[in-house]
């Protein structure tokens, strides 16, 4: 059996299922220089975010989840919670031009409704930028 192929899109437009606006965080870097900067904590996570103030438009997101977290079980499934949030929220809440790091917190982050972990980084994006303002 044959997989199911892409939805068909039309030329020069991003299929449906790719998210462009945002790219991941891979240097340690790039972590230690958002830790240094804002930070806003909720109930089910933490979230740093730093203005790069360069001319690259794009939307950095990387995630950590420590060992209190749990095993790698848990903290894999706590950092997919968290990835499908950003995919949500930050192409609408986000700026672009900013770093953001979301960290996972024990326990909450796995197992809070997905909503509400939503409307947690909803508030933190908030607070960080008000502060900006």
Known sequence: MMPPEAPAHEPGTTPPAVSVCLQTLNKRSDFLRAARARRQGTRSMMVQ???R??????IRVGFTCSK????????NRAKRRLREAARAVLP??????????????AEVTASRPFEALKDDLRFALSRLHETEK
């Open 49 to 51: 975010a730093l203005d």
């Open 53 to 58: 103030g360069d001319e690259d438009p794009a």
């Open 68 to 75: 209190k977290v749990g095993n790698a079980v848990a903290r």
């Open 92 to 105: 609408e809440v986000g700026r672009e031009g900013w770093d953001y790091v979301l960290i996972g917190r």
